[in-house]
C-alpha cells in the first residue's frame, strides 16, 4: 500500500462529508483527486533546492499528532491549511482548484476542491512529518526504518533529490507513479474528463522548477 492509499484509508470520510456538505461517496472521490495533487505539488516544491529548504523549515514546524493516533478533523487547523495550499501552488491554485473540479468527471466542483485542501494539507504534512521520524507512533511501538532527512551534502547544503531526501520521500508516499496510487474512482474520472494522470496534466505546466 502507498502513503497515498494509506492517507485516503485512514481518513474520516463521515467527518469530511458533514464538513464538505457532501456525501461520503464524493467525499471520498474529491480526496482522491486532492491528495495526489497536493502531494505531487509538494514533490514539485521539493525538485527545486530552495524549494525543498522551504518545505522542510515547514515541516519543522508541524508534528506528527493529527495523524498518530487516528485523524479527527475537528484537530484541523484549515487557516493553516489555507497558508499550506496557497504556498504550494502559489498564483496557480485557482488554475489547480478548477482543474481538480474538472477531474472528477462533472461530479466535483472547483469549490468543493478549494473547501478541502485546507483540510488535507496539515494531515498530508503531519504524515511527512511521521515518515521522517520513522514511521512510528506514540502508542510504543517500534518504528519501522524510513528516510533520514534532510539529505546534507559535504558543504552543508540540503540535496533536494538525493536518496533519503524529502523528493525521494514524496516519490514513495506516492507510489512512484507520477499520478501516485489514487484510488481508482479518482484515477477514471480524471481520464473520463480527458483530464490524464492528475500530477502530470494538471500540475506539471504549473508547478514545474518548484515553488520558493
Not at 36 to 50: F, V
Not at 63 to 80: H, K, P, Q, Y
Amino acid at each position: 500500500m502507498s502513503g497515498l492509499d494509506d492517507i485516503l484509508r485512514s481518513l474520516p470520510m463521515d467527518q469530511l462529508a458533514r464538513q464538505l456538505g457532501v456525501d461520503e461517496a464524493t467525499a471520498a472521490q474529491a480526496a482522491s483527486v486532492a491528495l495526489p495533487a497536493l502531494l505531487g505539488g509538494l514533490r514539485a516544491n521539493a525538485a527545486d533546492p530552495k524549494g525543498a529548504e522551504s518545505l522542510f523549515d515547514a515541516l519543522q514546524q508541524h508534528d506528527s499528532s493529527l495523524v498518530d493516533d487516528g485523524i479527527s478533523l475537528d484537530r484541523v487547523d484549515t487557516a493553516d491549511g489555507e497558508k499550506i495550499s496557497s504556498h504550494i501552488f502559489g498564483s496557480n491554485e485557482d488554475q489547480v482548484v478548477q482543474a481538480l473540479g474538472g477531474a472528477g468527471g462533472g461530479s466535483l466542483s472547483g469549490q468543493l476542491i478549494k473547501k478541502l485542501l485546507p483540510i488535507l494539507a496539515p494531515i498530508v504534512l503531519s504524515y511527512l512529518v511521521k515518515q521522517m521520524q520513522g514511521g512510528g507512533s506514540r502508542g510504543g511501538g517500534a518504528p519501522s526504518p524510513g528516510p533520514s532527512l534532510p539529505t546534507q551534502t559535504p558543504g552543508g547544503a540540503r540535496e533536494a533529490n538525493a536518496p533519503g531526501s524529502l523528493e525521494d520521500l514524496l516519490g514513495q508516499v506516492l507510489g512512484g507513479a507520477a499520478g501516485g496510487a489514487a484510488a481508482e474512482a479518482g484515477r477514471d474520472n480524471a481520464k473520463q474528463s480527458g483530464g490524464g494522470s492528475i500530477i502530470t496534466d494538471i500540475l506539471g505546466g504549473l508547478l514545474g522548477g518548484g515553488r520558493r
